[in-house]
């Protein structure tokens, strides 16, 4: 099973910024498109960003756009989101995920991704 490694977490005042890091374990990460996701509790688990495998398609949640930039460095098998002007309500657990299937322009869903990070906490203090 692919292992996803999130960091960069951590405690934030608003406007601040962060750049979460997630490394995958596979030697065939360039295959796979790769998803921001953040929850907090009692909410649903929502899609912040994605990338695709090559780079050269991204998403971004409406909420997230202009303040957060997702990238890839597939020969260091990470994935990047920096996270710019942050809000208090940017604070949740994120997610970093990989989907082994073909790049969609739709809302990334949960299902679809394969493989899961453990998740690191973001808290944006007003």
């Known amino acids: 099973q692919v292992q996803l490694v999130e960091s960069g977490g951590g405690l934030v005042q608003a406007g601040d910024s962060l750049r979460l890091s997630c490394v995958a374990s596979?030697?065939?990460?360039?295959?796979?498109?790769m998803g921001w996701f953040r929850q907090v509790p009692g909410k649903e688990r929502e899609s912040v960003a994605a990338?695709?495998?090559?780079?050269?398609?991204?998403y971004y949640a409406d909420s997230v756009k202009g303040r957060f930039t997702i990238s890839r460095d597939n020969a260091k098998n990470t994935v990047y989101l920096q996270m710019d002007s942050l809000k208090p309500e940017d604070s949740a657990v994120y997610y970093c995920?990989?989907?082994?299937?073909?790049?969609?322009?739709?809302?990334?869903?949960?299902?679809?991704?394969?493989?899961w990070g453990q998740g690191t906490q973001v808290t944006v203090s007003s």
């Open positions: 995920a990989a989907d082994g299937g073909a790049w969609s322009p739709k809302v990334p869903v949960q299902y679809e991704y394969d493989y």
């Open positions: 990338i695709s495998w090559s780079g050269g398609r991204t």
């Open positions: 596979t030697r065939s990460f360039s295959i796979y498109n």
